[in-house]
């Protein structure tokens, strides 16, 4: 079963950084991509940031110049640098990780992120 556990959310000022932590049960060599999707209240989970197992990174139009999206290979861990927070940012952000040939979606319990303005 793959577990993925998330910190690093909380409380922030407009301006503010945060860095997410997604921690895999699994090696991290077998997941084909891993990344990060948001979910404001009364909005669809939205694609943040993506890595792929190939080296590949993908970001959304909204987060482009402000947020990273990193990996610890040795830790099977990714991470989400958040620079330049902004109070629409507020969110529940989710990590997810796709494995196998079918490229099976794995979710973690998300992390509250809140931007106040």
């Known amino acids: 079963q793959v577990q993925l556990v998330e910190s690093g959310g909380g409380l922030v000022q407009a301006g503010g950084s945060l860095r997410l932590f997604c921690a895999a049960s699994?090696?991290?060599?077998?997941?084909?991509?891993m990344g990060w999707y948001r979910q404001a209240p009364g909005k669809q989970r939205e694609l943040v940031a993506i890595s792929t197992s190939g080296g590949s990174t993908k970001y959304a139009d909204f987060v482009k110049g402000r947020f990273t999206i990193s990996r610890d290979n040795a830790k099977n861990t990714v991470y989400l640098q958040m620079n330049s927070l902004k109070p629409e940012d507020t969110a529940v952000y989710y990590c997810?990780?796709?494995?196998?040939?079918?490229?099976?979606?794995?979710w973690g319990q998300g992390t509250q992120v809140t931007v106040s303005s």
């Open positions: 699994v090696s991290i060599f077998s997941i084909n991509a």
């Open positions: 997810n990780a796709k494995i196998g040939v079918y490229n099976t979606n794995y």
